[in-house]
């Protein structure tokens, strides 16, 4: 029986449809937006639009995407299936080759089409699954799920100031909130920037992490169902390194933004976008790892003697 488990598709499809309000949201946005309101992009009206969702699908979605296909191919159980995962792997790997995303030039390019078509692979592959496969059952609501909530509710607040900038807007113009964040006001120049306001229109890297931090969460209740226990160990790296990922890149974008611009203080937080050998990238190297290891002893002990909790 433990060989016929296969795990659900209920939250891959709320990831799958939190992106695809994300990227609409985008494409209204660099449609109707002047590029100098917006950060190193040019063009204008719909060709504007979908490039940026474009870049979209690569970063930060084709990271999601590896894992999301990897969970279809597990409800699959095919050869086939499998195959279409690694090719999703290796298509959305894409975005970690030199200028394939460059934060100093964000229009697209050709290159930036192969990550999207892992993206466009992934969601085939999800659909196929639900297709032939189902939804599979549904897991019940655990304490764990209380604070995978709770976390998500606390990263979306944090990331307002990102989120009326997607939708195109500047969260300081809101009433209440508008007194708490920065974003319309003019700021010198910090680390570069071009935008003179504290929080440009458009799209952030750090609602980028706020994405991919919700995405480990929901995703995190996964791992459980495969039946393969090396699948689950490897699903679980790889979400928890997405996590801890995520949280650094929302954690550098809110501290420029919202304290270093605000004068509250002055130390700053170097870019966490690329990989490369520094003291941060090995503590949060260090912070996966303890993830990992946590979730490997919590998962030594039995759901029942736990009061269900997972």
Request: hydrophobic share 55%; glycine share 10%; with cysteine.
């Amino acid at each position: 029986m433990e060989q016929k488990r296969r795990p659900g598709l209920t939250e891959a499809l709320v990831v799958w449809a939190l992106f695809a309000a994300v990227a609409a949201a985008a494409f209204v946005t660099y449609a109707r937006v002047p590029p100098e309101d917006l950060y190193h992009t040019s063009g204008t009206g719909i060709e504007a639009g979908a490039a940026r969702v474009l870049i979209f699908l690569g970063y930060p979605l084709s990271i999601v995407a590896i894992g999301l296909a990897a969970i279809a191919a597990a409800r699959l159980r095919t050869r086939a299936a499998a195959s279409a995962a690694l090719v999703v792997a290796v298509l959305c790997a894409t975005i970690g080759f030199p200028r394939v995303i460059d934060q100093a030039d964000l229009d697209a390019r050709p290159v930036n089409a192969l990550a999207g078509a892992g993206v466009a692979i992934a969601l085939a592959l999800t659909l196929v699954a639900l297709v032939r496969e189902g939804l599979g059952e549904k897991r019940p609501f655990g304490r764990a799920d209380l604070f995978r909530v709770l976390a998500a509710v606390a990263l979306l607040l944090v990331g307002l100031p990102w989120i009326f900038a997607e939708l195109g807007f500047y969260v300081s113009d809101a009433p209440l909130v508008g007194r708490i964040f920065l974003a319309k006001e003019v700021i010198p120049p910090v680390g570069g920037e071009p935008s003179l306001h504290a929080v440009h229109l458009g799209r952030h890297h750090g609602m980028d992490g706020v994405l991919l931090a919700i995405s480990a969460l929901l995703l995190s209740r996964v791992p459980r169902q495969l039946a393969s226990r090396g699948g689950a160990l490897a699903l679980s790296a790889y979400l928890a390194l997405m996590l801890v990922y995520g949280l650094a890149n929302a954690l550098q974008d809110f501290w420029t933004e919202q304290l270093v611009k605000r004068g509250t203080v002055s130390a700053t937080i170097p870019s966490l976008i690329r990989p490369d050998a520094s003291w941060a990238w090995a503590a949060m190297a260090g912070v996966t790892l303890l993830i990992c290891l946590a979730v490997f002893f919590v998962g030594r002990v039995d759901p029942r003697q736990r009061g269900g909790i997972s």
